[in-house]
């Protein structure tokens, strides 16, 4: 198992990485591999395989594990790795978490049961049943649009139970939600990590005391997330909110200009990896969509001086004044002090 240094709390921001595929649809390894260090070079502080963007559920559970394989050992020790270890029941997840330990994995990350609509009683012993025999430190994983939601009830329960549940990752974007876990567990437990799950609340989720996100953009804009996480922490706000604005433009068009993450896809293409096509089929009307949307990335793209512009241009939009973010930035300020 790789000698990696275990930090007492996940901090920073995690890349979900897509899995890129070749021409048939298969695992490509060796693009991959090339990825993998490309945003390591551009200073993610960690990676998270087999997540949503990942689309975890298209890959069988014997590619589940190699996409992590392939992640750690190409990584080697050099970042820490929060693996998705969601499967379809109890024991193949209590399984998939001792591969990953087995590989040198930091944590996993687990989903809260999904298909099966499930109360809060049946969370908390899913979860517990995970705990107490897992060898690898649990993050929660709350993305209540897909899956069981994990109230604030049951995060306390499980951080006060279980030493193994460690923190947990939180996609519903709600940040009163997120202040009432981090008020309720942290407390009690100061090594549990809080991470969001939504990019375009990474600076507010970081103002009321998470300690980082895993965030779909990272794996395009690696440099725009890290530099948002440094001026946050170095408490530049007013430079932070200019990046987060800058973030939300670009993450909001990969999101909802197609679907889910066809989009973080073609904006990587953009960005010179080969992705494949995904193994979700797609018609005539999604492909002439994506081609569309390819365009308006490509823009997005080039004014961050990250690709070049398409053939005719792009139309520029107007960049915000010091007044204006000035303005946001009392908002929201104002809003948190309510």
């Excluded at 945003?39 to 997540?51: A, F, M, Q, S």
Aim: aromatic content about 8%; hydrophobic content about 40%; proline content about 6%.
């Amino acid at each position: 198992m790789p000698d990696i240094q275990q930090p007492s709390v996940l901090k920073g921001i995690f890349t979900p990485n897509l899995t890129l595929l070749d021409n048939r649809g298969e695992i490509n390894e060796r693009e991959m591999r090339r990825y993998i260090d490309w945003l390591i070079e551009r200073g993610v502080h960690g990676l998270y395989p087999n997540g949503s963007t990942g689309e975890f559920t298209r890959f069988n559970p014997q590619e589940r594990r190699r996409i992590i394989e392939i992640v750690a050992d190409q990584t080697a020790g050099r970042v820490p790795i929060l693996a998705g270890a969601a499967e379809a029941n109890v024991r193949e997840t209590i399984e998939a978490c001792e591969h990953y330990y087995a590989l040198g994995c930091r944590a996993v990350a687990i989903v809260s049961p999904f298909y099966y609509r499930l109360g809060p009683e049946a969370v908390y012993a899913y979860f517990k049943e995970i705990a107490d025999h897992s060898p690898i430190d649990v993050t929660l994983y709350n993305i209540p649009l897909f899956a069981s939601p994990i109230d604030v009830p049951t995060v306390k329960r499980l951080a006060l139970e279980c030493p193994r549940v460690t923190g947990i990752k939180d996609s519903s974007g709600d940040v009163s939600h997120m202040l009432r876990m981090i008020d309720a567990v942290r407390p009690h437990r100061p090594d549990f990590s809080f991470l969001t799950g939504w990019d375009t609340a990474l600076v507010p989720m970081l103002l009321i005391g998470c300690d980082g996100g895993t965030n779909a953009s990272s794996g395009i804009v690696p440099e725009i997330t890290r530099k948002l996480y440094d001026t946050m922490t170095a408490g530049r706000l007013h430079e932070a909110l200019d990046l987060q604005l800058r973030l939300l433009r670009l993450f909001d068009v990969m999101l909802y200009s197609s679907e889910f993450p066809d989009g973080f896809r073609a904006a990587l293409q953009l960005r010179g990896f080969q992705t494949g096509t995904g193994r979700q089929p797609k018609s005539q009307v999604q492909q002439e969509q994506l081609e569309k949307l390819t365009g308006q990335l490509q823009c997005i793209l080039s004014q961050e001086g990250f690709a070049d512009q398409p053939v005719g241009g792009c139309q520029q939009s107007a960049p915000m004044t010091a007044s204006q973010i000035e303005r946001i930035v009392q908002d929201v300020l104002k809003q948190l002090g309510k």
